[in-house]
Protein backbone atom coordinates (compact mmCIF):
# COMPACT_ATOMS: atom_id res chain seq x y z
CA UNK A 1 0.00 0.00 0.00
CA UNK A 2 0.82 3.99 -0.50
CA UNK A 3 2.13 5.00 2.74
CA UNK A 4 2.68 9.08 2.24
CA UNK A 5 3.58 10.51 6.17
CA UNK A 6 3.63 14.23 6.76
CA UNK A 7 6.37 15.76 9.90
CA UNK A 8 3.22 16.79 11.95
CA UNK A 9 0.08 16.71 12.72
CA UNK A 10 -0.72 19.47 14.70
CA UNK A 11 1.96 22.61 14.72
CA UNK A 12 1.54 26.26 16.01
CA UNK A 13 3.52 29.26 15.13
CA UNK A 14 3.43 32.09 15.75
CA UNK A 15 2.85 35.51 12.78
CA UNK A 16 6.19 36.04 11.05
CA UNK A 17 7.23 32.77 11.71
CA UNK A 18 9.46 30.50 8.79
CA UNK A 19 7.36 27.39 8.61
CA UNK A 20 8.37 24.33 6.98
CA UNK A 21 5.72 21.36 6.32
CA UNK A 22 6.82 17.96 5.38
CA UNK A 23 5.88 15.25 3.36
CA UNK A 24 7.12 11.91 2.33
CA UNK A 25 5.67 8.85 -0.02
CA UNK A 26 7.56 5.45 0.21
CA UNK A 27 6.09 4.36 -3.28
CA UNK A 28 8.62 6.35 -5.83
CA UNK A 29 5.54 8.03 -7.12
CA UNK A 30 6.95 11.16 -9.50
CA UNK A 31 3.78 13.55 -8.82
CA UNK A 32 3.34 15.04 -5.54
CA UNK A 33 1.02 17.62 -4.05
CA UNK A 34 0.30 19.80 -1.96
CA UNK A 35 -3.44 21.47 -0.83
CA UNK A 36 -5.22 23.44 1.68
CA UNK A 37 -8.28 22.46 3.15
CA UNK A 38 -10.94 25.44 5.02
CA UNK A 39 -14.44 24.99 5.83
CA UNK A 40 -16.66 26.45 3.18
CA UNK A 41 -13.90 26.36 0.18
CA UNK A 42 -12.83 22.79 -0.37
CA UNK A 43 -9.37 21.87 -1.29
CA UNK A 44 -7.25 24.20 -2.85
CA UNK A 45 -4.09 23.17 -4.83
CA UNK A 46 -0.72 25.11 -3.58
CA UNK A 47 2.00 23.84 -5.59
CA UNK A 48 2.53 20.45 -7.09
CA UNK A 49 5.96 18.67 -8.35
CA UNK A 50 6.21 16.14 -11.03
CA UNK A 51 9.86 15.83 -10.62
CA UNK A 52 13.11 16.13 -8.59
CA UNK A 53 14.03 19.81 -8.64
CA UNK A 54 10.74 20.25 -11.08
CA UNK A 55 7.37 22.81 -9.29
CA UNK A 56 4.55 23.83 -10.77
CA UNK A 57 2.54 27.00 -9.08
CA UNK A 58 -1.35 25.68 -8.65
CA UNK A 59 -4.47 27.82 -7.82
CA UNK A 60 -3.13 29.43 -4.41
CA UNK A 61 0.56 29.49 -3.91
CA UNK A 62 0.60 33.08 -2.85
CA UNK A 63 2.61 33.02 0.66
CA UNK A 64 3.90 29.52 -0.24
CA UNK A 65 7.07 27.79 -1.90
CA UNK A 66 8.23 24.55 -2.24
CA UNK A 67 11.35 22.41 -2.45
CA UNK A 68 11.89 18.78 -3.65
CA UNK A 69 15.51 17.62 -3.74
CA UNK A 70 14.78 14.50 -3.36
CA UNK A 71 11.94 11.91 -5.53
CA UNK A 72 10.27 10.67 -1.71
CA UNK A 73 10.54 14.29 -0.16
CA UNK A 74 8.08 17.35 -1.13
CA UNK A 75 8.45 20.68 1.65
CA UNK A 76 5.96 23.54 1.72
CA UNK A 77 7.54 26.28 3.03
CA UNK A 78 5.72 29.49 4.55
CA UNK A 79 8.08 31.98 4.49
CA UNK A 80 6.61 34.22 6.90
CA UNK A 81 3.78 32.85 8.31
CA UNK A 82 0.26 34.66 8.85
CA UNK A 83 -3.33 34.34 10.16
CA UNK A 84 -4.90 33.44 7.05
CA UNK A 85 -2.76 30.28 6.54
CA UNK A 86 -4.00 28.62 9.86
CA UNK A 87 -5.70 25.58 7.91
CA UNK A 88 -5.48 21.89 7.52
CA UNK A 89 -2.50 21.30 4.87
CA UNK A 90 -2.82 18.31 2.98
CA UNK A 91 0.32 16.28 1.11
CA UNK A 92 -0.40 13.84 -1.61
CA UNK A 93 1.71 11.75 -4.54
CA UNK A 94 0.69 10.08 -7.85
CA UNK A 95 1.71 7.24 -10.45
CA UNK A 96 3.60 8.87 -12.92
CA UNK A 97 1.15 9.06 -15.86
CA UNK A 98 -1.65 8.22 -14.09
CA UNK A 99 -4.53 7.25 -16.45
CA UNK A 100 -7.30 9.45 -13.78
CA UNK A 101 -4.88 11.36 -11.64
CA UNK A 102 -5.47 9.13 -8.42
CA UNK A 103 -3.73 10.31 -5.57
CA UNK A 104 -2.87 9.28 -1.95
CA UNK A 105 -2.94 11.36 0.54
CA UNK A 106 -1.23 11.38 3.73
CA UNK A 107 -3.25 12.18 6.98
CA UNK A 108 -2.30 15.68 6.94
CA UNK A 109 -1.11 18.71 9.06
CA UNK A 110 -3.52 21.18 11.28
CA UNK A 111 -1.36 24.57 10.92
CA UNK A 112 -2.67 27.39 13.85
CA UNK A 113 -0.57 30.67 13.29
CA UNK A 114 -1.22 33.33 16.49
CA UNK B 1 -11.61 25.72 -13.56
CA UNK B 2 -14.22 22.84 -14.36
CA UNK B 3 -16.58 23.18 -10.93
CA UNK B 4 -18.08 20.28 -9.13
CA UNK B 5 -21.13 21.21 -7.36
CA UNK B 6 -21.83 18.36 -4.30
CA UNK B 7 -25.50 18.35 -2.52
CA UNK B 8 -26.50 18.37 -0.23
CA UNK B 9 -23.49 19.94 1.67
CA UNK B 10 -24.55 18.31 5.24
CA UNK B 11 -26.72 15.03 5.44
CA UNK B 12 -27.53 13.30 8.94
CA UNK B 13 -29.56 9.73 9.10
CA UNK B 14 -29.97 6.57 11.26
CA UNK B 15 -28.34 3.55 10.96
CA UNK B 16 -29.87 1.32 8.48
CA UNK B 17 -31.62 4.33 6.21
CA UNK B 18 -30.41 4.50 2.34
CA UNK B 19 -29.25 7.95 1.05
CA UNK B 20 -27.71 9.63 -2.23
CA UNK B 21 -25.42 12.19 -2.73
CA UNK B 22 -24.39 13.98 -5.97
CA UNK B 23 -22.08 15.57 -7.88
CA UNK B 24 -22.66 17.69 -10.57
CA UNK B 25 -21.06 20.24 -13.17
CA UNK B 26 -21.89 22.20 -16.50
CA UNK B 27 -18.68 20.14 -17.92
CA UNK B 28 -18.11 16.99 -19.26
CA UNK B 29 -15.70 15.05 -17.52
CA UNK B 30 -13.36 12.12 -18.83
CA UNK B 31 -13.33 10.87 -15.31
CA UNK B 32 -14.45 11.69 -11.96
CA UNK B 33 -13.05 10.45 -8.76
CA UNK B 34 -14.78 9.47 -5.11
CA UNK B 35 -13.05 10.28 -1.97
CA UNK B 36 -13.88 9.41 1.68
CA UNK B 37 -12.40 11.51 4.57
CA UNK B 38 -12.62 10.85 8.24
CA UNK B 39 -12.58 13.49 10.21
CA UNK B 40 -8.57 14.24 11.39
CA UNK B 41 -7.65 12.29 8.36
CA UNK B 42 -6.52 12.83 4.30
CA UNK B 43 -8.96 11.85 2.06
CA UNK B 44 -8.81 8.37 0.68
CA UNK B 45 -10.05 6.94 -3.37
CA UNK B 46 -12.94 4.71 -3.55
CA UNK B 47 -13.69 5.18 -6.53
CA UNK B 48 -12.56 6.53 -10.55
CA UNK B 49 -15.70 6.23 -13.13
CA UNK B 50 -14.86 7.00 -16.33
CA UNK B 51 -17.33 5.77 -19.00
CA UNK B 52 -21.19 7.25 -19.21
CA UNK B 53 -23.85 5.38 -18.07
CA UNK B 54 -21.54 3.34 -16.02
CA UNK B 55 -21.96 1.95 -12.28
CA UNK B 56 -19.52 0.34 -9.78
CA UNK B 57 -20.13 -0.68 -6.71
CA UNK B 58 -18.03 -1.58 -3.53
CA UNK B 59 -19.52 -3.62 -0.42
CA UNK B 60 -22.85 -0.93 0.50
CA UNK B 61 -21.82 1.74 -2.04
CA UNK B 62 -22.76 2.14 -5.47
CA UNK B 63 -21.22 5.43 -7.63
CA UNK B 64 -22.82 5.80 -10.93
CA UNK B 65 -21.50 8.18 -13.90
CA UNK B 66 -24.04 10.18 -15.48
CA UNK B 67 -24.35 9.16 -19.13
CA UNK B 68 -22.85 12.61 -20.24
CA UNK B 69 -20.41 12.68 -18.40
CA UNK B 70 -21.40 15.71 -16.43
CA UNK B 71 -22.68 14.09 -13.21
CA UNK B 72 -22.36 11.60 -10.25
CA UNK B 73 -24.09 9.67 -7.44
CA UNK B 74 -23.02 7.71 -4.62
CA UNK B 75 -25.62 5.58 -3.10
CA UNK B 76 -25.50 4.29 0.09
CA UNK B 77 -27.85 1.23 1.21
CA UNK B 78 -28.29 0.36 4.84
CA UNK B 79 -25.80 3.00 6.37
CA UNK B 80 -23.53 2.17 9.28
CA UNK B 81 -22.24 4.49 11.73
CA UNK B 82 -19.00 3.64 10.00
CA UNK B 83 -19.75 5.36 6.58
CA UNK B 84 -19.33 8.45 8.43
CA UNK B 85 -17.11 11.10 6.89
CA UNK B 86 -16.96 13.72 4.24
CA UNK B 87 -17.77 12.56 0.48
CA UNK B 88 -15.66 13.98 -1.87
CA UNK B 89 -15.66 14.28 -5.71
CA UNK B 90 -12.79 15.12 -7.74
CA UNK B 91 -11.63 15.42 -11.34
CA UNK B 92 -8.11 15.88 -12.80
CA UNK B 93 -6.57 16.41 -16.26
CA UNK B 94 -4.47 13.42 -16.05
CA UNK B 95 -0.16 13.20 -15.50
CA UNK B 96 1.16 15.41 -12.82
CA UNK B 97 -2.21 18.12 -12.68
CA UNK B 98 -3.41 18.33 -9.18
CA UNK B 99 -7.13 17.42 -8.90
CA UNK B 100 -10.36 20.04 -8.33
CA UNK B 101 -12.46 19.05 -5.29
CA UNK B 102 -16.11 20.09 -4.91
CA UNK B 103 -16.71 21.38 -1.41
CA UNK B 104 -17.89 17.48 -0.18
CA UNK B 105 -21.08 16.36 1.69
CA UNK B 106 -20.64 15.96 5.15
CA UNK B 107 -22.30 12.67 6.81
CA UNK B 108 -23.27 11.87 9.92
CA UNK B 109 -24.75 8.37 10.17
CA UNK B 110 -26.31 7.93 13.50
CA UNK B 111 -26.65 4.85 15.76
Known amino acids: ?114 | TQLLEQSPQFLSIQEGENLTVYCNSSSVFSSLQWYRQEPGEGPVLLVTVVTGGEVKKLKRLTFQFGDARKDSSLHITAAQPGDTGLYLCAHGGGGADGLTFGKGTHLIIQP
Open chain 1, 1 to 114: DVKVTQSSRYLVKRTGEKVFLECVQDMDHENMFWYRQDPGLGLRLIYFSYDVKMKEKGDIPEGYSVSREKKERFSLILESASTNQTSMYLCASSRPRASYNEQFFGPGTRLTVL
